[in-house]
């Protein structure tokens, strides 16, 4: 989908190499700049987040390394570095100098708090970045310390996405006669946006502000439940039609204290009965009873399970590549078709095919 688009990543870590893994799974020619040697000891020699792209090593402390990576950018469509704000400027790589080399180019900047702001130079990482920005208000049952399925969503969800999404604008706009831009991609602002949809509850009442209160994040009985082999099953049948099938596996259609699906007050009470009927068989003893109905209950899989669980299977969403599980590319599109992850690349595997090219 992405052919005859170019990207150069700067060597970085989290969501900025992940961006540059979605580009290239969706068919543009990523060129990592690689460090010389790996800055992270015990670092894998290929990383899975390198899959798809070509590297060079370059020592951007070096008059000769920097100008080779001058004129790669002078031949890219895009930029992506994940520093924090002033290390590109340091390196002489801002902007300001990219743009002069190619004024076409979108200049990605990938960081937790953004080029501005109180605390735009203080570290930080994804919890650090979703706690400030809301993201993680609405997280785990109430009167349990919000926790979220780690990197999904502040790395990933409020950052890398957010910046393919403002890459892609960026070229598009400069490839119809434009000039190139920057893309300040924050994870803060990025997770405050994501939060939108839960935010329009609010619009009907159905959003409390107070954590805990509400028809998604609190004591509703719609929520993970523990099974008696300490598995888990996942319980959201929140339309009442859904709901009604959800009773009638259980035998419960007739329970009186069921009865009135959004009584607030019957919540806590429901949840505890619930609780008590799910440790009583194994996980896939219910997801057996549930399976082929529309109770919109499931069970809750390692990675590894899900890539054996039948409707994942079918589809291919999760593949061993280069003797590492990852998911596929996502996503699908009905006029091309994609490939098999390529392998990821050693660290300056492609220098002398990199630097050919630009000889040309």
Request: with cysteine; net charge negative.
């Amino acid at each position: 989908m992405l052919g005859g688009i170019r990207i150069i990543e700067i060597e970085a870590l989290g969501p900025a190499p992940f961006t540059g893994m979605l580009l290239a799974d969706l068919g543009a020619d990523v060129i990592v700049v690689h460090r010389k040697q790996a800055s992270m000891p015990g670092a894998p020699e290929r990383s899975l987040l390198d899959r798809g792209k070509r590297s060079i090593a370059l020592d951007l402390k070096d008059a000769g390394d920097v100008a080779v990576l001058m004129r790669l950018i002078a031949t890219a469509d895009g930029l992506i570095e994940g520093f924090r704000p002033g290390v590109m400027e340091r390196l002489g790589l801002d902007p300001d100098a990219c743009h002069a080399a190619n004024p076409k180019l979108v200049y990605g900047r990938m960081t937790g708090w953004g080029q501005d702001g109180p605390l735009a130079a203080t570290a930080g990482h994804d919890m650090n970045y979703t706690g400030v920005s809301g993201a993680l208000w609405y997280a785990s049952p109430p009167g349990e310390p919000p926790m979220a399925p780690p990197t999904l969503t502040g790395d990933i969800g409020g950052g890398a996405l957010y910046l393919v999404i403002g890459m892609l604008a960026g070229i598009v706009k400069a490839r119809a006669g434009g000039q190139g831009t920057v893309v300040d991609a924050a994870i803060v602002d990025g997770s405050a946006h994501m939060m939108n949809l839960l935010m329009s509850l609010g619009q009907s009442g159905a959003l409390a502000a107070e954590r805990g209160q509400s028809l998604l994040d609190g004591p509703h009985w719609c929520r993970v439940y523990r099974t008696s082999d300490s598995g888990f099953v996942s319980v959201q049948c929140l339309e009442p039609k859904f709901y009604a099938l959800f009773l009638d596996r259980l035998g419960l259609a007739a329970d009186p204290q069921f009865a009135n699906q959004f009584d607030r007050d019957l919540w806590p009470g429901l949840c505890e009965r619930l609780a008590a009927i799910f440790a009583t068989k194994p996980r896939d003893e219910w997801v057996k009873l549930f399976e082929g109905s529309d109770a919109c209950v499931g069970p809750v899989l390692s990675p590894h399970e899900a890539a054996l669980h039948p409707h994942m299977a079918v589809r291919g969403t999760w593949l061993t590549a280069d003797g590492v599980l990852q998911a596929a590319a996502a996503p699908r599109f009905s006029d091309w078709q994609q490939k098999t992850p390529a392998r990821s690349p050693a660290r300056g595997e492609h220098d002398a095919e990199i630097r050919a090219g630009l000889a040309r």
